[in-house]
Nanobody, 125 residues
Framework: QVQLVESGGGLVQTGGSLRLSCVASGRTFSTYTMAWFRQAPGKEREFLGSISWSYRMTYYADSVKGRVTISGDNAGNTVYLQMNSLKPEDTAVYYC??????????????????WGQGTQVTVSS
């Protein structure tokens, strides 16, 4: 069993940056693939990227590539989502997710077994 807790959301101005954190407890996150998703009002949940620490692999969705960096702190069981050049359309609830370690990019929310409660990010224009 894995518990995920996100933090770091808030109100940011257009063009600003934000770093979200996700602390995983229950298992060391090196044995999992960790991902970030977001869901805007009225829209489906969207994959942003993932990290598989043991494989040293990260993947990013084309929609955010170049503006988003996912990194991990194995000692702290924490994964981060750094977002730059934020736009109003980035406004959403951001979720951390986990699944047993996997090769390749897994972009569907049903590919992930564990979810955090989400953290709201609002980008003002």
């Amino acid at each position: 069993q894995v518990q995920l807790v996100e933090s770091g959301g808030g109100l940011v101005q257009t063009g600003g940056s934000l770093r979200l954190s996700c602390v995983a407890s229950g298992r060391t996150f090196s044995t999992y693939t960790m991902a970030w998703f977001r869901q805007a009002p009225g829209k489906e949940r969207e994959f942003l990227g993932s990290i598989s620490w043991s494989y040293r692999m990260t993947y990013y969705a084309d929609s955010v590539k170049g503006r988003v960096t996912i990194s991990g702190d194995n000692a702290g069981n924490t994964v981060y989502l750094q977002m730059n050049s934020l736009k109003p359309e980035d406004t959403a609830v951001y979720y951390c997710a986990a699944r047993p370690l996997a090769l390749g990019m897994r972009v569907l929310d049903r590919d992930y077994d564990y979810w955090g409660q989400g953290t709201q990010v609002t980008v003002s224009s």
